[in-house]
Each structure stands twice: as C-alpha cells, then as structure tokens.
Nanobody, 122 residues
C-alpha cells in the first residue's frame, strides 16, 4: 500500500495554470504506476493522466492531451500534474492514485489520496 497526499488545487481563471502535487509514502511507490483522476459533482471519477513507474510511458485523456503534463520524481516520492490552458470544464476534485500498472478505471488502483479541489472560473 501507498499513502498519498495531494496539494496544489485552488481557484484559477480560465486560461490559467495550476500544478498539482502528490506526495507518496510506502514501500511500493517507486514500482507503482500512478494516475490522476478527477470527479465533478454528479459525475463519475475519470482518469485524466497516468504514468508508468519508470516515468517513460504516459497516457492522457483526449480532453486534456496537450494541456496537462504528468511527471514523477521517484527519488522524492512525488507525482505532479501540470495543468495549463485551464477551462471551466476542468473544474473537479482531483485525486492521485497508485496501481501496479497503468489502468484506466478507478477499480484498478489500490491506493488513493483525499483529493484536492480545482475550480476554473470563466
């Protein structure tokens, strides 16, 4: 298991940027794939970006490709989500999660953070 704590959310105007961070602790982090999910009110929790444990394989949802960048620093036990050109539809609670390999649904992840709110105003 991995313990995860997100930070960096907040209120930003459309077109702005935010950088989310996820601090991890636990023996499996450096061998885990990591994902960033988001959940808006009344909607399902969806994967927006994921990264393999090596850092050299990434995946992005079409809605964020070209605007968001996922990265990790295994030496610091950190995962990041750089979000640029933010849109009001990006408003959601963002969660980081750990899995053994990149998976595309929440059920595939064994550890979750508590989430951080991102609000994009128009």
């Amino acid at each position: 298991q991995v313990q995860l704590v997100e930070s960096g959310g907040g209120l930003v105007q459309a077109g702005g940027s935010l950088r989310l961070s996820c601090a991890a602790s636990g023996r499996t982090f450096s061998s885990d794939a990591m994902g960033w999910f988001r959940q808006a009110p009344g909607k399902e929790r969806d994967l927006v970006a994921a990264i393999a444990w090596t850092g050299d394989i990434t995946w992005y949802d079409n809605s964020v490709r070209g605007r968001f960048t996922i990265s990790r620093d295994n030496a610091k036990n950190m995962v990041y989500l750089e979000m640029n050109s933010l849109k009001p539809e990006d408003t959601a609670v963002y969660y980081c999660a750990a899995s053994t390999v990149i998976r595309y649904t929440p059920a595939g992840y064994h550890s979750w953070g508590q989430g951080t709110q991102v609000t994009v105003s128009s």
